[in-house]
């Protein structure tokens, strides 16, 4: 049966648990599995089911913190304590409001009870350090938005799970399908999912989610140093998406100032050569980790990136990155995403992107 753990929080550009099991099944190694892109955490999670220790970093903050709390949770009772908690704090706390110019948003994304929880805990959550704490923000981000109209598990009114729509398009939607904001207690829905969540117990192993660069994982992760056998990863795809932008509404929950405008450094690459170099620097962060013999799976993508494009260019960077020679051990397979949710709310087509699974090897 799935672990329950694995949709925490859905997310774009996001390959499935049965990817990762089907790669460490055919591995041949027992050390130390590692994704630098670990986005949602289901390599980590994954392996940590599989028996093999696990870790992963992300420079973005959901992705550190959907896998952190997926990978190094704490009991159901600690959960369901620290929520009566906040619930009991919540009733005689003073919110803080900090939303800028998006008021109009606001008022019609969350009712007014909703939206005070919400904000609520926006603030007092401390998901960086605190293990109980990362996972009940976990359960909001996935709580956060959502098809409201379909499920009582959503705190906003209509939008894509995946993803968080622009403001203002959010606004013209909302009022020409005249949709209001649901009343829900964002406390009822996360005692609710706290539970639906712990019907599959955590495994027994933990593993780590770190928040940092994949081109600072050596310094990041330096007690793994030499153990890291099997990689298993998904870098930002080529002119695909843009990750800040998409998640600006999560980025706010857990701490960032509310804008939906696109800003630098959000992981998107526009140019081959310069996405080439990006690669490169990667797995030159990842030198000092890997043992002597490493099994590298790797799912690309990209709207103009095609199968020997990608595979030329993963293999260049890694061998110029990790300083070593790489073999690839087969040809590699191509697909199509499947028309996504977020493509649903817009009306827009199916994205032209294309994912291209490639194995590599490095021999001792």
Request: charged share 25%; net charge positive; with cysteine.
């Given at each position: 049966?799935?672990?329950?753990?694995?949709?925490?929080?859905?997310?774009?550009?996001?390959?499935?648990?049965?990817?990762?099991?089907?790669?460490?099944?055919?591995?041949?190694?027992?050390?130390?599995?590692?994704?630098?892109?670990?986005?949602?955490?289901?390599?980590?999670?994954?392996?940590?089911?599989?028996?093999?220790?696990?870790?992963?970093?992300?420079?973005?903050?959901?992705?550190?913190?959907?896998?952190?709390?997926?990978?190094?949770?704490?009991?159901?009772?600690?959960?369901?304590?620290?929520?009566?908690?906040?619930?009991?704090?919540?009733?005689?706390?003073?919110?803080?409001?900090?939303?800028?110019?998006?008021?109009?948003?606001?008022?019609?994304?969350?009712?007014?009870?909703?939206?005070?929880?919400?904000?609520?805990?926006?603030?007092?959550?401390?998901?960086?350090?605190?293990?109980?704490?990362?996972?009940?923000?976990?359960?909001?981000?996935?709580?956060?938005?959502?098809?409201?109209?379909?499920?009582?598990?959503?705190?906003?009114?209509?939008?894509?799970?995946?993803?968080?729509?622009?403001?203002?398009?959010?606004?013209?939607?909302?009022?020409?399908?005249?949709?209001?904001?649901?009343?829900?207690?964002?406390?009822?829905?996360?005692?609710?999912?706290?539970?639906?969540?712990?019907?599959?117990?955590?495994?027994?192993?933990?593993?780590?989610?770190?928040?940092?660069?994949?081109?600072?994982?050596?310094?990041?992760?330096?007690?793994?140093?030499?153990?890291?056998?099997?990689?298993?990863?998904?870098?930002?795809?080529?002119?695909?998406?843009?990750?800040?932008?998409?998640?600006?509404?999560?980025?706010?929950?857990?701490?960032?100032?509310?804008?939906?405008?696109?800003?630098?450094?959000?992981?998107?690459?526009?140019?081959?050569?310069?996405?080439?170099?990006?690669?490169?620097?990667?797995?030159?962060?990842?030198?000092?980790?890997?043992?002597?013999?490493?099994?590298?799976?790797?799912?690309?993508?990209?709207?103009?990136?095609?199968?020997?494009?990608?595979?030329?260019?993963?293999?260049?960077?890694?061998?110029?990155?990790?300083?070593?020679?790489?073999?690839?051990?087969?040809?590699?397979?191509?697909s199509q995403p499947k028309r996504s949710q977020a493509?649903?709310?817009?009306?827009?087509?199916p994205s032209p992107t294309v994912e291209h699974d490639?194995?590599?090897?490095?021999?001792?």
């Amino acid at each position: 049966m799935r672990h329950r753990f694995h949709s925490i929080c859905p997310y774009f550009a996001m390959f499935p648990e049965t990817f990762v099991e089907k790669h460490l099944a055919a591995s041949k190694f027992d050390g130390v599995v590692l994704d630098p892109f670990c986005g949602r955490g289901t390599t980590v999670f994954e392996s940590l089911i599989c028996g093999r220790q696990s870790a992963g970093c992300d420079i973005h903050p959901v992705a550190a913190c959907v896998t952190g709390a997926k990978c190094d949770s704490p009991t159901w009772l600690e959960v369901i304590h620290r929520l009566s908690e906040l619930e009991a704090e919540c009733q005689e706390a003073r919110i803080i409001s900090d939303i800028g110019e998006l008021e109009e948003f606001f008022s019609l994304c969350f009712a007014p009870d909703t939206r005070r929880q919400v904000q609520f805990l926006r603030h007092k959550l401390n998901w960086r350090s605190d293990r109980t704490d990362r996972f009940v923000a976990a359960l909001c981000l996935g709580a956060l938005h959502g098809e409201s109209h379909r499920s009582p598990n959503y705190f906003s009114n209509r939008m894509p799970r995946t993803i968080s729509t622009k403001a203002a398009y959010s606004v013209r939607w909302w009022r020409r399908h005249s949709c209001e904001p649901p009343n829900r207690d964002a406390f009822s829905i996360l005692r609710h999912m706290a539970g639906f969540r712990y019907k599959t117990p955590p495994p027994p192993m933990r593993g780590e989610a770190v928040l940092s660069d994949a081109r600072d994982a050596a310094s990041t992760f330096q007690h793994l140093k030499g153990r890291v056998t099997d990689i298993i990863t998904s870098p930002p795809y080529l002119d695909t998406t843009n990750y800040r932008e998409d998640q600006w509404l999560r980025l706010w929950f857990l701490g960032e100032k509310a804008s939906d405008r696109q800003q630098a450094g959000d992981g998107r690459h526009y140019h081959l050569d310069r996405y080439c170099s990006f690669l490169e620097e990667a797995w030159t962060g990842l030198r000092g980790l890997l043992d002597e013999a490493v099994r590298i799976v790797i799912r690309i993508g990209g709207r103009r990136l095609g199968k020997d494009e990608a595979k030329d260019v993963l293999h260049r960077s890694l061998n110029t990155g990790l300083g070593r020679s790489v073999r690839l051990v087969d040809a590699g397979v191509s697909s199509q995403p499947k028309r996504s949710q977020a493509n649903a709310f817009r009306g827009a087509r199916p994205s032209p992107t294309v994912e291209h699974d490639f194995c590599f090897s490095l021999d001792g």
